[in-house]
């Protein structure tokens, strides 16, 4: 299974990006997804996720981007989308996607539990 983050870049205070994610090889299995970020000095942070129950699943969000980030699927894609709007500077990291096979929700953001992880997509805001 291998994971490609795309859509991150440089914006300022209040603006808006896209990041997307792509799930090639084993497309068949069931997957928890979840997006993180880690800002410089600081550990990896659990942001959205969405277990793997029906095409958008039950997300879940870290409080700090509640009202703000939306996560959602696009099955016929196979892709993993993280829509970002009114961003913050606190919200400027490296972001990844990771994924795990089965349905999982309490665990989303346990970074030790995913089992793949994309190279990351860096978000700047200024």
């Known amino acids: 299974v291998q994971l490609v983050e795309s859509g991150g870049g440089s914006v300022q205070t209040g603006g808006s990006l896209t990041l997307s994610c792509v799930v090639s090889?084993?497309?068949?299995?069931?997957?928890?997804m979840a997006w993180f970020r880690q800002a410089p000095g600081k550990e990896r942070e659990g942001v959205a996720g969405?277990?793997?129950?029906?095409?958008?699943?039950?997300?879940k969000y870290a409080n700090s981007v509640k009202g703000r980030f939306t996560i959602s699927r696009d099955n016929a894609k196979n892709t993993l989308i993280l829509q970002m709007n009114n961003l913050q500077p606190e919200d400027t990291g490296m972001y990844y996607c990771?994924?795990?096979?089965?349905?999982?929700?309490?665990?989303?953001?346990?970074?030790?539990?995913?089992?793949?992880w994309g190279q990351g997509t860096q978000v700047t805001v200024s």
């Open positions: 969405s277990s793997n129950r029906g095409s958008n699943g039950s997300t």
């Open positions: 990771a994924a795990r096979r089965g349905y999982y929700y309490d665990s989303l953001f346990a970074a030790a539990q995913m089992s793949y």
């Open positions: 090889g084993d497309t068949n299995s069931g997957y928890s």
